[in-house]
């Protein structure tokens, strides 16, 4: 067993918590699970999971908190539990380990030089039960594994990335995935919610004139991340409304082979790249055309 903490934040996640905790397959020394007041069986299923890990030499703790945001509410979770392992974990609700990788991380994790404080994680996305493989989607590249106390999550509205505070990061081979299992009206709703965040995170940026790059370049995230972000604002946000969102879903669905990935991946290309891509300008638009700003986003509510 690894002396490993992992910290899930959950809102109605039933469905997800249970795969997501037994595929570690019991390597992990205690779980921490912060709850923003979920109103389904979430926490009726972590206590049932918290008996089962107890017989084997783990266990689950289970908080609620006041949703703010992402970021507060994970580092109140990294921060706030009394988190006494050598190695902590960020791991969402909807996430698992492939079976290679809780192996690689049951042998590897505790042999790594003294002077990584970081591992980064390869991540698969599925949608409707499909590996979404093309259209630049895999691998995502993730600061997942840190030591206790080395990392925390930047304080951002949206695309928030785990940064270490020093050391080096070292690369693990095999994957996580995120395989959630709510329906596609979840999954709609939830973007109409990350629609509102994205447009009051571009902003905030606009007006505190502030390159989106710089909290990352500050700490020690993946290079990925940090270029992302850079393409993100000093590259698309520079192109015409509407219009970037057609250039966006040509690039991911034939340049990057989006096609490949089945009708599962049509419908997640055309849905992720375009229409969210095209409801935030919309959004952008309305609030320019009104002078209105984003109000601050509550939990999702879904």
């Given at each position: 067993m690894?002396?490993?903490?992992v ?12 795969k ?15 709850d ?5 069986a ?14 084997q ?15 507060t ?8 539990t ?7 974990m ?8 492939m ?28 949608f ?12 995502e590249?993730?600061l997942?594994?840190f ?11 949206m ?8 050391g ?20 709609i ?19 505190k004139?502030?390159e989106g ?8 995230s ?6 992302k972000?850079?393409v993100?604002n000093r ?8 219009f ?11 340049v990057?082979l ?6 599962e ?10 229409w ?6 919309a ?18 509510k879904?």
């Amino acid at each position: 067993m690894v002396d490993l903490t992992v910290v899930i934040l959950t809102k109605n996640e039933e469905k997800n918590i249970r795969k997501c905790i037994e595929s570690f397959r019991g390597i992990a020394k205690r779980f921490v699970i912060v709850d923003s007041h979920s109103t389904d069986a979430t926490e009726q299923v972590c206590a049932q999971l918290n008996l089962e890990l107890q017989q084997q030499g783990s266990r689950l703790d289970f908080y609620e908190n006041q949703w703010i945001d992402y970021a507060t509410q994970l580092n109140w979770g990294l921060t706030q539990t009394n988190i006494t392992t050598h190695w902590s974990m960020r791991m969402d609700a909807d996430e698992e380990l492939m079976e290679d990788l809780a192996q690689e991380i049951n042998d590897q994790l505790s042999a790594v030089a003294d002077n990584v404080n970081g591992v980064v994680l390869r991540r698969r996305v599925y949608f409707m039960g499909r590996w979404i493989k093309h259209g630049g989607r895999y691998p995502e590249l993730l600061l997942r594994i840190f030591r206790t106390g080395k990392a925390l999550c930047e304080q951002k509205i949206m695309d928030e990335h785990m940064i270490l505070s020093e050391g080096e990061t070292v690369n693990f081979k095999h994957d996580l995935i995120d395989n959630n299992q709510k329906d596609l009206e979840w999954w709609i709703s939830k973007h109409n919610w990350y629609s509102n965040r994205e447009v009051l995170d571009h902003q905030i940026t606009v007006e505190k004139a502030v390159e989106g790059a710089a909290i990352l370049e500050n700490g020690i995230s993946t290079q990925q991340a940090k270029m992302k972000r850079v393409v993100k604002n000093r590259g698309y946000y520079g192109l015409p409304k509407f219009f970037r969102a057609h250039l966006y879903f040509f690039y991911r669905y034939y340049v990057k082979l989006g096609f490949l990935d089945g009708p599962e991946g049509k419908i997640f290309h055309f849905l992720q790249a375009y229409w969210y891509r095209f409801l935030v300008d919309a959004k952008m638009y309305e609030c320019e055309k009104y002078d209105r700003r984003m109000k601050m986003q509550g939990d999702l509510k879904a």
